[in-house]
């Protein structure tokens, strides 16, 4: 992890399946100041996307659904999800593609 970041993560073409939700969780790490973004590297778009914050990695609070910018189109950006002042272990995020894709995520924080 580069000097300084708290959260530095990356994952490219994690596959979702047709009609399954999908949950990933994204290593914040306590980082104070965080943000990333989700990349749709398939052919199919994304048409569901929530995020719950996991302070301590054991309970998540409850998700919020995100609408504006969905579906995402294949190649389109998700961005920015962010936490200002916000030191959490995990943001869990959860994907739904009806036809199936893959996607690619890229988080850093301090």
Do not use: H
Not at 89 to 106: D, E, Y
């Amino acid at each position: 992890m580069p000097d300084g970041l708290r959260c530095d993560y990356v994952r490219q073409n994690v596959n979702l399946p047709a009609g399954v939700s999908t949950e990933i969780a994204v290593g914040i790490n306590f980082a104070q100041n965080w943000s990333g973004s989700i990349k749709n590297t398939g052919a199919n778009p994304v048409t569901a996307l929530s995020l719950a914050p996991d302070p301590l990695g054991t309970q998540p609070a409850a998700a919020a659904v995100c609408t504006e910018g969905l579906p995402l189109a294949a190649g389109a950006t998700y961005l920015p999800i962010s936490g200002a002042g916000e030191p959490i272990l995990l943001l869990r995020i959860t994907l739904l593609s009806p036809a199936g894709t893959t996607v690619s995520l890229t988080f850093a924080g301090n």
